[in-house]
């Protein structure tokens, strides 16, 4: 942990200038690896895991303890005898093993099984902070053409109210028309100070991943195609390779045989155990003695036999024990068939939201397109008496609606590849480097940086 911690330092520096300047998914991604306390969790409940088993495998390897004693008696005077002071030295050494218990057999498997999910859970927190940190990164850069699109909006709102003002001095509009332009042009301003905070939260949780600032994002490019991803044939393919290879549920299965493990352990209060012990032991007297003539040259002893443990009434306990290791082995059943036909729906779910997300990118993008062309033509139309100002307010909340759902429906498209791949367990660091080489440097991200603002 200390190496991890030291290396986790040092790679946050040598990142920071890219904190300072630009930083793309994949150097997000390192940044966050090193730094998301999240995953750093993970890694130590995995530790603790494995010493779990390391402790229930100790309980069945040879015990050795070793003791020493020194006393000093002190015996006052009696008419029968003299006062004496008597030392003694005492020196043992016990060993033993267990030759059968099948208590300790069935918790050093629970403890086995529960180190293999750890293993998994670990693995899934992996695929977690990829998907996470991806979430962050796309989530700014949505907050980012969100505030562009909004300024965008302001600034058309701006001058449509300075044109309705104008055409107001000279007789041409009437007063409603700039009350209702003024109010148009209030309104986008509160809206781009919105999306300014949004922004900003945006950065403050990717902050929260990384540990540290990370500005001026890559972003997809205007030309931007969607793609669906391969290995799998359809829908049912998806699912079946995520319920035979999803990290989290491999993790409840191996959580479910810990429980069935822990059954056998229970039940083993009722059985007996044997065990083998040795003991070498010596001790030794000396200093006065009770009566004249007396002396303890020292003895040792050594010693070695079976032991036989019968249970024979606990009071009830063990089958306590047993009634509830079963129903913790039931709930852990449960959370497996709970997660098992989770995944299932969600993975249905996500692929087919990806077949869907092709078309949808293509239609947002015609959307924007047209509401492009229908905000300038209201423009025109203003110009020449046919349109009025509110017919363009409503063309240019249209063009608004639609570019900030495009920019969404692009982002929601590369995070469904990464959640779907995250649903079958083959989630990598390729997929990141896949969706990273499609990104480009956004100029308009520092323009529209809070601290440029």
Excluded: C
Aim: cysteine-free; charged content about 20%.
């Amino acid at each position: 942990m200390i190496r991890r911690r030291s290396l986790a330092l040092a790679l946050a520096v040598i990142m920071a200038p890219l904190s300072a300047n630009a930083a793309d998914l994949l150097q997000t991604y390192e940044m966050a690896r090193n730094g998301d306390p999240q995953f750093a969790m993970a890694e130590a409940s995995r530790l603790i895991s494995k010493e779990g088993e390391v402790q229930a495998l100790a309980t069945l390897l040879p015990q050795i303890n070793g003791s020493a004693d020194l006393t000093r008696n002190h015996t006052g005077a009696t008419q029968l005898a003299g006062a004496g002071n008597r030392r003694s030295r005492d020196y043992s050494i016990r060993g033993s093993q267990t030759l059968f218990d099948w208590g300790r057999f069935s918790t050093l498997r629970q403890q086995r099984a529960l180190s293999q999910a750890a293993d998994y859970t670990l693995e899934s927190a992996g695929d977690d902070l990829m998907v996470r940190t991806a979430t962050a990164y796309f989530d700014v850069l949505v907050a980012v053409e969100s505030l562009s699109a909004a300024k965008t909006a302001e600034a058309a709102a701006k001058r449509q109210f300075e044109y309705a003002d104008k055409r107001l001095e000279v007789g041409l509009a009437p007063i409603t028309d700039v009350y209702e332009a003024r109010a148009q042009y209030d309104d986008a301003r509160a809206n781009t100070i919105l999306t300014g905070n949004m922004l900003e939260d945006a950065y403050q949780a990717l902050a929260g991943i990384t540990g540290q600032p990370v500005r001026n994002l890559r972003s997809l490019p205007d030309d931007f195609r969607p793609e669906l991803p391969s290995g799998h044939a359809d829908s049912n393919a998806w699912v079946a390779a995520a319920i035979d290879n999803n990290p989290a549920l491999k993790a409840y299965q191996y959580q479910t045989q810990s429980a069935q493990a822990g059954i056998e352990a229970a039940r083993s209060g009722h059985y007996p155990s044997l065990s083998l012990s040795g003991n070498w032991g010596k001790n030794a007297t000396w200093g006065n003695v009770y009566s004249p003539g007396q002396a303890n040259p020292g003895s040792e002893s050594r010693s070695i036999g079976l032991t036989l443990s019968v249970p024979i009434f606990s009071g009830g306990a063990t089958q306590s024990g047993v009634r509830q290791a079963i129903a913790q082995r039931d709930s852990a059943q449960d959370q497996y068939e709970l997660q098992r036909r989770t995944l299932e729906r969600n993975t249905r779910n996500i692929y087919q939201s990806l077949v869907a997300g092709v078309s949808e990118i293509e239609a947002r993008r015609s959307a924007v397109m047209s509401a492009q062309s229908a905000y300038d033509a209201s423009l025109v139309g203003l110009e020449v008496g046919t349109r009025t100002v509110l017919d363009v307010v409503l063309n240019q909340r249209t063009l608004f609606s639609a570019q900030v759902t495009y920019a969404q429906a692009k982002y929601q498209f590369l995070l469904n590849r990464l959640l779907l791949s995250q649903a079958t367990g083959e989630l990598g660091i390729n997929d990141l480097r896949e969706i990273n080489r499609l990104l480009i440097a956004d100029a308009e991200a520092s323009l529209v940086s809070p601290h440029n603002r």
